[in-house]
């Protein structure tokens, strides 16, 4: 059984709210589903060109992309780019498509250039990345379904209602959301992915602190991941997994092999032949899937470089625990 505990704390937050600062103003309030089934993935609602159509909410990706059959309904043209997106299975994408009118809850853009999804299977308009959610705080309650849009002008620091809440400390680095992760007394610099129903391990990271093959004990072999044949994971429970004031008990983590990198463009480059496309492409060592963050309430504070976490009691299954410290 998995158990999320929380230390009860008080926070110099609240001193500062009732004396310096005003409320977050609030400017969208967005509705969350289901993506396929027991996924735990959750859509969002997006306009484009006036049709409205659902993408998957996906903290663990750089920049918004657009789906195949997107593209087609629309009658997009393709357009060569500089820049190339990643999935796990190292699938590359090159192209994007101009959409004229853009619109996810209170953000609205015109001519946006979004990248071509490298996902050909599933069936949504594509991926809503973090780079649509950083002119914004950002607070996401997958109990009620809801995320919602703040304004990031000076306002007090953190959520509004929320107790009891843990802070942590949260960096964008290459264009994903980092923050510390300790699993069992390995800390790592991890990012929190709700495009992922897994929390998942680069398996040279698995090998390099724990020791782990794919022939380990306690590897269980989960075939066929997102649909590709040829990307197997294992499986594995591990002891504790902590950040943030958070701690969960006996996480199962999928440990997945480098195939990212070892699918990824690696021809050479103009400017240098000894170089090759992207040499240094290679997942997090550490990601939190969709399995964790489904039972918490996220605060994306953009404007203070910071993630807020509260234990969400209204999602399904083994609810968290709070406990003094």
């Known amino acids: 059984m998995r158990h999320i505990l929380l230390p009860i704390l008080l926070l110099t937050a609240a001193t500062a709210r009732a004396q310096d600062c005003t409320p977050a103003k609030l400017l969208a309030t967005v509705p969350m589903h289901s993506a396929e089934p027991d996924s735990n993935i959750r859509t969002v609602p997006v306009t484009l060109n006036g049709v409205t159509r659902q993408m998957v909410l996906d903290t663990g990706g750089a920049i918004t ?82 995320l919602k849009m703040y304004a990031k002008a000076d306002h007090c620091p953190g959520p509004v209602g929320w107790t009891p809440t843990v802070r942590t400390p949260m960096r964008n680095k290459g264009w994903h959301l980092h923050i510390p992760v300790t699993l069992d007394g390995h800390t790592y610099d991890a990012i929190f992915d709700t495009g992922s129903r897994h929390t998942i391990m680069r398996l040279p990271a698995a090998q390099r602190d724990f020791g782990l093959g794919i022939d380990s004990p306690g590897m269980t072999p989960y075939r066929a991941i997102n649909g590709d044949t040829f990307l197997d994971g294992y499986l594995r429970n591990f002891f504790k997994l902590s950040f943030g004031g958070m701690t969960v008990d006996h996480p199962e983590v999928m440990v997945v092999p480098d195939i990212m990198s070892r699918n990824a463009d690696r021809s050479p480059m103009a400017r240098s032949r000894a170089y090759r496309h992207n040499a240094d492409l290679k997942l997090p060592e550490l990601s939190l899937g969709m399995d964790i963050l489904k039972h918490l309430h996220l605060f994306m504070a953009f404007s203070e470089e910071a993630l807020y976490i509260a234990p969400d009691i209204a999602v399904p299954g083994t609810p968290p625990h709070l406990v003094k410290p």
């Open 65 to 146: 992309q657009i789906s195949h059959g997107m593209i087609e309904e629309l009658k997009l043209p393709l357009r060569n780019g500089t820049a190339r997106v990643y999935d796990i299975n190292g699938r590359v994408s090159r192209h994007f498509a101009v959409v004229k009118d853009f619109t996810f809850g209170h953000l609205q853009r015109q001519d946006a250039a979004l990248m071509v999804w490298p996902e050909p299977k599933r069936p949504y308009a594509g991926e809503l990345a973090q780079d649509m959610l950083q002119p914004y705080d950002v607070d996401v309650d997958f109990g009620a379904g809801v």
